[in-house]
């Protein structure tokens, strides 16, 4: 009986030892991932210390054993675009393997933008569209700054379908169409993107040497007991101010609720929802609950169908109700608001729309030039811009938090460190906006930043395609200082500065009202332009642009020089968004004309020009430089040649 327990035990020990020396592969090494063609492909894991791994792929076998710390690699040779293959490791299994060329795409919303945000401007295309050799996957979110990490929770590899593609990121989705066109080999796409997130986040202790405030910053929250504080006091924070709102919220405690739809509102104000005026009181901004009612009429064919609401963009928060019942809610500012209103909600005749809008501690509105209607199978009734008005609770500001996504280092070492065994064809970064309040550092930070990507992706040449921010906000009625403008300079400048970088320009693909513009199709296709002009070869593309390369002066004049292939400009009546500055560098609005492939500038009030700006605005939709190629051009900051 002792020897039967004994034996029992040894067995039991020695299939536990078996389960322990399991060989592990990175999240990253799944099924359905894309390997880079025509380079030696790394395959990496843990395992016990000397364990011997064997991989065995496209009927081949390579070999090697863990080392003391339980790693180890393995190298496969380069290979043709092919597959889907099967890779075994040891006991493992990784199915529906494709060798193609791999995008590294990263930075911040406007790269993290869903398909499902832009379908209202791309359903046709987006839902007829299906290529099992385009793969996609996103990179879990992480900001640990303690130190790179060496792998991620879990990616999972999806193919591309017109249902796969509503999570797909939509610059990303369009780019990687773009690519398997020009190429018909498999194309995958990792997304590490956060969106709101800091250039300094995504960089690396090592590239941040000399920025070494930044390191400071970071060491200011390199503790886990802290940084959980800051999260817990974040969250009572606004749990507290939204039961103070919510208490005492008039809206939501009259003996007749303001959602209702019998609720008599005669009484109320009346007032143009775009108008500042009802969200100002005694000259400040009112932050708290604003109530809004506007009854929309409709016939006894609409009101038998189901309907979408569309209530533009809302800052900040938002809930609706239709008829008394509620229809949907958004929690931040910049969401369109798109709610499913079902056809027995809805009667024929007068329907009573209620918006509770909350502001947090920003400016609350309405986002003009954005849809207000109720759409119904094809009809669109829209709704008015004059609404009945009711403050409900007036509150103090709801207190910022830590924003961790901003903090130097977590974002490298969370999402970019843990795929630095792969190889790319290059990348793609969307990233700026955060950092558009100071410009002036944002440079020298882009060029480190993709120097330490090169080093440690372990690829001095990996080419990197930066989107250069749009067009936002106001523009100006004359020449003024801005962080966005300064940033697309600074973004620029990086460009030129770096071997193996290009420059897309989307300064008329923005919208004024909206951060995170739709057409990324376009801004997909400018940077499909420069990869198969830098990449691909094809040298009688013109990718860009006119991009400026210097100025002379003559007299009172600036004449420009743009980047030959770029300056075949398109002829306007008048050129716009040029200005010039003097000794004193106060910039005045200036003339310009084209002359050939020169763009010659003056002003009357200055007679000994020294530097010249074009499109240098928050959002200079009057810039009207182009080449014969339909691209614009970047705006820029030049100085006189010595």
């Not at 380069?78 to 393997?97: C, H, Q, R, T, W």
């Not at 996957?137 to 303690?146: A, E």
């Not at 024929?348 to 729309?353: E, K, L, P, R, Y």
């Not at 009057?622 to 691209?631: D, I, Q, R």
């Amino acid at each position: 009986m002792k020897y039967k327990l004994a034996l029992l035990i040894s067995v039991a020990f020695a299939a536990s030892l078996l389960a322990e020396a399991k060989v592990n592969l990175p999240a990253v090494i799944s099924d359905g991932m894309v390997l880079q063609r025509e380079r030696p492909i790394k395959i990496w894991g843990t395992a016990d210390p000397g364990e011997n791994v064997v991989v065995t792929f496209k009927k081949k076998k390579y070999s090697a054993s863990a080392d003391e710390k339980g790693k180890w690699h393995i190298m496969l040779p380069s290979m043709k675009a092919g597959g889907p293959y099967e890779m075994e490791v040891n006991d493992l299994s990784v199915k529906n393997i494709l060798i193609g060329d791999v995008w590294l795409c990263s930075g911040q919303s406007n790269m993290e933008l869903t398909i499902a945000r832009v379908t209202d401007k791309f359903r046709k295309e987006t839902e007829s569209y299906a290529n099992p050799m385009i793969r996609y996957v996103k990179t879990p979110y992480g900001n640990d700054l303690h130190g790179p990490k060496e792998d991620v929770s879990s990616m999972a590899w999806t193919s591309l379908t017109p249902e796969s593609a509503l999570n797909y990121s939509a610059l990303p989705y369009f780019f990687a169409r773009e690519m398997y066109d020009e190429t018909k080999v498999p194309v995958g796409i990792i997304n590490s993107s956060w969106g709101g997130s800091a250039i300094e986040a995504w960089m690396s202790e090592d590239a941040l040497l000399d920025f070494p405030r930044k390191l400071r910053e970071r060491d200011l929250f390199n503790s886990d007991e802290y940084k959980e504080l800051i999260n817990k006091s974040n969250a009572m924070m606004s749990r507290y101010w939204d039961a103070s709102l919510y208490k005492g919220d008039e809206g939501l405690h009259a003996s007749i609720p303001w959602y209702k739809r019998e609720l008599d509102d005669s009484d109320w104000q009346t007032v143009d929802i775009f108008s500042s005026a009802w969200g100002m009181k005694n000259g400040y901004l009112v932050n708290g609950s604003h109530w809004f009612r506007q009854n929309l009429h409709l016939s006894v064919d609409q009101a038998n169908k189901d309907a979408v609401l569309r209530l533009g963009c809302i800052v900040d928060a938002d809930s609706v109700f239709v008829n008394g019942t509620f229809v949907g809610t958004v929690s931040y500012q910049y969401p369109p608001r798109i709610y499913k209103v079902p056809a027995r909600v809805l009667r024929a005749g007068d329907n009573q729309v209620t918006v509770r809008l909350i502001s947090y501690g920003g400016r609350p509105s309405f986002v003009q030039d954005k849809l207000y209607c109720m759409a119904i199978d094809g009809d669109t009734v829209n709704l008015s811009r004059q609404w009945k008005y009711k403050l409900g609770c007036e509150m103090p500001a709801r207190k910022g938090g830590v924003s961790f996504q901003n903090i130097p280092t977590g974002m490298y070492n969370s999402m970019i460190s843990p795929l630095r065994n792969l190889s790319f064809k290059g990348v793609l970064w969307y990233q700026g906006e955060t950092n558009s309040g100071r410009p002036n550092e944002y440079e020298a930070l882009l060029i480190a930043m993709i120097n330490d990507w090169r080093e440690k992706l372990n690829d001095k040449d990996l080419p990197v395609f930066i989107m250069q921010l749009p067009n936002f906000m106001q523009s100006h009625s004359q020449p003024v200082e801005s962080g966005w403008a300064g940033l697309r300079e600074a973004q620029r400048q990086a460009a030129l500065k770096l071997s193996n970088a290009a420059l897309t320009v989307n300064i008329d693909l923005g919208e004024w009202n909206d951060i995170h513009p739709l057409n990324k199709k376009e801004v997909a296709r400018r940077t499909a332009l420069l990869v198969k002009k830098n990449i691909y070869g094809h040298k009688d593309i013109v990718c860009s642009g006119p991009m400026v390369t210097g100025m002379r002066v003559e007299g009172n004049k600036a004449i420009l020089s743009f980047e030959p292939g770029t300056d075949h400009f398109i002829p306007v009546d008048k050129l716009k968004g040029f200005a010039i500055a003097g000794e004193d560098g106060r910039f005045h609005w200036a003339e310009a004309a084209i002359e050939g492939n020169k763009v010659v500038v003056w002003s009357k009030d200055i007679t000994h020009p020294v530097k010249v700006r074009y499109a240098w605005d928050d959002n200079p939709d009057y810039a009207n430089l182009k080449n014969k190629a339909g691209l614009p051009a970047s705006p820029f900051q030049v100085v006189s040649d010595k």
